[in-house]
């Protein structure tokens, strides 16, 4: 692996979506994330040969897939040389209350837009069985690399990476500033043809890209809730990590005795 790959945010996949490092970042205390460690993306039906040959290269031995099981059997994951774990099930993202506002006559850019951001508030207990086991699993691995994803790449992805970078004490605007990658990074427009097929196959006559575009991008809005709302119930993230997802001090430690670098 060349210095110049080792250190770039999009990793060089030729099926890869939204395929992100997360390393590179500076914590408060001004030590560095280690790169090529944890990898974050979207689905891996599209990973080629030489994909799979180059996660091996990078060390990566853990797979972590957020999708529930409808999004698995519509885009399978290619054979990672790794250990698949890949029953989280997490529902984070469903766009099931789209489909009612929608067919009630009340969507709109703005509806669409806190329906996604009330999803981000609203979720920080129901994650919490996924995600505490998720952490575990990042602690455990710490000496190898891991990979999450869930089919964009962008909201069960985004918090999950948002709780890493917190536990590495990165600050709040950079783990933001992470989060909104995605919009150069994901080919949104795709997603919203997607879902414009699913409303003609629905029969539905009327809508506007703009009641799409919170549901298929991101927006700050979003990972700022998802934090405020950890904040207001834990008081802040390290708590949640404790108290919520049943961390240790002692793993809190060993994440960044094996992530962080001076």
Not at 66 to 76: C, D, G, H, T, V
Not at 131 to 142: K, L, P, Q, T, W
Not at 163 to 189: F, K
Not at 228 to 240: F, L, M, N, P, R
Request: charge should be negative; aromatic fraction near 8%.
């Amino acid at each position: 692996m060349t210095a110049t790959d080792n250190q770039t945010r999009l990793v060089p996949l030729e099926g890869g979506i939204n395929f992100r490092d997360i390393g590179g970042y500076v914590n408060n205390q001004g030590r560095t994330v280690k790169w090529r460690k944890i990898m974050r993306c979207g689905h891996l039906a599209d990973l080629t040969d030489s994909d799979l040959d180059h996660l091996e290269m990078i060390g990566i031995s853990k797979v972590h897939d957020f999708r529930r099981q409808e999004e698995q059997n519509q885009n399978p994951s290619r054979e990672v040389r790794a250990e698949f774990i890949d029953d989280y099930q997490i529902s984070i993202g469903d766009i099931s209350r789209f489909w009612e506002f929608l067919f009630d006559g009340q969507l709109s850019a703005d509806s669409s837009h806190q329906l996604v951001v009330n999803s981000y508030r609203s979720c920080i207990q129901v994650v919490i069985p996924a995600f505490s086991r998720f952490m575990r699993h990042i602690v455990d691995n710490a000496d190898a690399g891991s990979v999450f994803h869930c089919s964009a790449g962008k909201d069960r992805t985004g918090m999950a990476a948002a709780l890493i970078l917190s536990a590495l004490d990165v600050p709040r605007e950079t783990i933001v500033a992470d989060y909104m990658l995605t919009v150069e990074h994901y080919n949104s427009d795709k997603l919203i043809e997607i879902v414009e097929g699913h409303l003609r196959d629905a029969k539905v006559k009327n809508w506007d890209r703009s009641w799409l575009i919170p549901y298929c991008s991101v927006h700050q809005d979003n990972i700022v809730a998802f934090l405020d709302a950890i904040d207001d119930q834990y008081g802040d993230v390290k708590s949640y990590l404790i108290d919520g997802l049943g961390l240790s001090q002692a793993d809190l430690q060993k994440m960044q005795e094996s992530f962080l670098e001076d």
